[in-house]
């Protein structure tokens, strides 16, 4: 297992650190938010573990930036703040999982075991068929009938993310916050005109669609 640790505190990151390569783990170990993101984006890590209150960039923002540029492996955030709104916070950034200081290694052990397991399984889903369509995620391509369809990076991302909630609701708020962040000006008629755009090429002839509206609320993937 490879692993990115990005914490300030140096003599919890000495520690952490220590006894992770200790459990026979590879660890790269960072000091602040904006160093968490060049990493992670331009390196391979298994799971990246991240300090909520960092230097230049909270761990939460990371997280956040990541996930809007479709980043999908593990993420965990490590944090002093213990209330219930913090956590939620924490996981809408997209986070997988929540620790609170001070936490005893044997716990930070096994919670990254089980995100490793679950990064396993995840492999087996980088490759999607719904209906006549192949999603390949890994490659970043959506193909129909085995010819490739062309499309925008925020286009690929919305099929994506209603791709793996097929059949539920995603939310018009969810769409914004995974994609864009909701701090972006972008407005739900952005959001609509991409859906429109997506739903042409998509090609499914007149009067049929897989993106159904769920008016007031958001958008609903089916075969």
Known sequence: MRVLLAEDDKRL???IKYMLEQNKITVEWVVSGDMAYEYAVYDEYDILI????????SGIS???????AGYEKAILILTARDAVEDRVAGLDAGADDYLVKPF????????????????NQKIQQEILRIGQFTLNRT???????EQEIQ?????????DLL???????VPRDVILDRIWGLESEVSSNNIDSYVKLLRKKLDLGEDKTMIHTIRGVGYKLEV
């Not at 991240?50 to 960039?57: F, I, R, V």
């Open 104 to 119: 005893e290694f044997e716990e930070l052990l096994a919670r990254l075991r089980a995100l490793g397991r679950r990064t």
């Open 62 to 68: 990371v997280c956040r930036r990541l996930r809007v």
């Open 139 to 145: 490659a970043k391509v959506l193909s129909k009938n």
């Open 50 to 57: 991240l300090d909520w209150m960092m230097p230049t960039e």
């Open 163 to 169: 791709a793996q909630n097929l059949g539920l609701v």
């Open 151 to 159: 499309l925008s990076p925020r286009e690929f991302q919305i099929f």
């Open 13 to 15: 990151g000495n520690l």
